[in-house]
């Protein structure tokens, strides 16, 4: 009787260390299948930034081209530069990239036939300058600040400034 409790044991033992080693395997599987879901959520995450950071770049050059145009219109129509009018602020107009409230339309100009979002821009006459690099060594321009401002429909947000000379006609 009691050698056969004892073989009763014997064979339950391989039993338990093999199912106790399984769920030990199971158990780093788990931890190790966790560890590089985290991971790819991470990179997918950060890739989904990046690709809205892009965009909002990129419609920041449509919004440039269109302030370009603005400005153009400007020099063409021979507007008085010393007048301020929405969106467009003459010399001495102490105004900076983080004092604009781009939510106030009647502050700014707002880019039209943007699909993926918006933008709006700023243009600030800093005087006549004389160039002094080619192709117009010399030359007199008009001298612009154009401060950029875009958002994607999905929250990717831009803010640059440039400045921009026209010839002076």
């Known amino acids: 009787m009691n050698s056969a409790h004892n073989d009763a044991v014997k064979k339950a033992t391989p039993h338990g260390i093999v199912l106790a080693s399984n769920l030990i395997m199971l158990l780093l599987v788990t931890l190790i299948a966790t560890a590089l879901f985290k991971n790819a959520l991470n990179q ?14 990129n419609m920041s050059h449509l919004v440039t081209a269109q302030a370009k145009s603005y400005i153009e219109s400007l ?7 010393t007048v301020p009018e929405i969106g467009f602020y003459p010399e ?6 983080t004092d604009i409230n781009w939510q106030d339309n009647g502050a700014v100009v707002s ?13 600030i006459y800093l005087g006549k300058t004389t160039k002094l690099s080619e192709p117009f060594i010399g030359a007199e321009h008009h001298l612009f600040k154009l401060l950029l401002h875009t958002e994607t429909a999905k929250g990717g947000e831009y803010q640059s400034q440039k400045l921009l000379t026209f010839l002076v006609n």
Do not use: C, I, P, R
Not at 75 to 81: A, C, I, T
Not at 92 to 97: E, F, G, K, R, V
Not at 114 to 119: E, I, N, S, Y
């Open 44 to 57: 997918s995450q950060m890739s989904n930034h990046y690709q809205l950071q892009l965009l909002s770049q």
């Open 75 to 81: 020099l063409e129509d021979n507007v008085d530069l």
């Open 92 to 97: 001495h107009s102490a105004l900076y990239l």
């Open 111 to 123: 880019a039209s036939s943007l699909t993926a979002g918006k933008g709006q821009y700023v243009v």
